[in-house]
């Protein structure tokens, strides 16, 4: 599978653009991968570098507080590109991670890797009647907990 635009696809946030279309073209399964989840995100934010939430803008995190949350795996996340990219969904305006993300998150790392984990978010979901976690999180949180609790159950049959 190639993708064929000769131009950058915007991804992620406000000016960040990133070329992955010219990589995607030469069937580099990673930046395939990413350009899904970029598309896949879109409509709840996009993604945005961890780069980019320290050093840009009014609210920018401090390098640590954004580094723990990545080691403490507290955060969606997947790596790509010598940087950690995070769905812009799970942080309130101030830039907090919103602490619904946490119970399905907990269900999900015990089953899954980082890059499955995203794109649980941003697919439809039965369980959820086709919405996506990402986009319902907030409004469902108990749902989507669920939904999560019965992946890591089947995921253990």
């Not at 000016?15 to 399964?29: F, K, M, N, Q, T």
């Not at 409509?43 to 390098?63: M, Q, T, W």
């Not at 979901?125 to 409004?139: D, E, F, H, K, S």
Request: charged fraction near 20%.
């Amino acid at each position: 599978m190639k993708i064929m635009h000769a131009c950058p696809v915007r991804c992620v946030t406000e000016s960040l653009i990133v070329p992955i279309a010219r990589r995607a073209e030469y069937g580099d399964a990673d930046t395939l991968a990413f350009a899904s989840l970029c598309a896949a995100y879109g409509a709840a934010g996009g993604l945005a570098s961890a780069n980019k939430l320290v050093f840009d803008g009014d609210s920018r995190l401090a390098i640590g507080t954004i580094a723990r949350w990545i080691v403490e795996r507290q955060l969606i996340l997947v790596h790509w590109g010598g940087d950690y990219w995070l769905p812009r969904f799970q942080f309130a305006p101030t830039l907090v991670p919103h602490k619904e993300i946490a119970a399905p998150l907990s269900e999900l790392r015990a089953v899954l890797d980082d890059w499955e984990i995203a794109r649980w978010f941003s697919e439809s979901n039965c369980w959820l009647g086709g919405r996506m976690p990402c986009a319902v999180i907030l409004q469902a949180p108990g749902e989507v907990h669920n939904a999560a609790r019965a992946l890591r159950f089947a995921s253990r049959a």
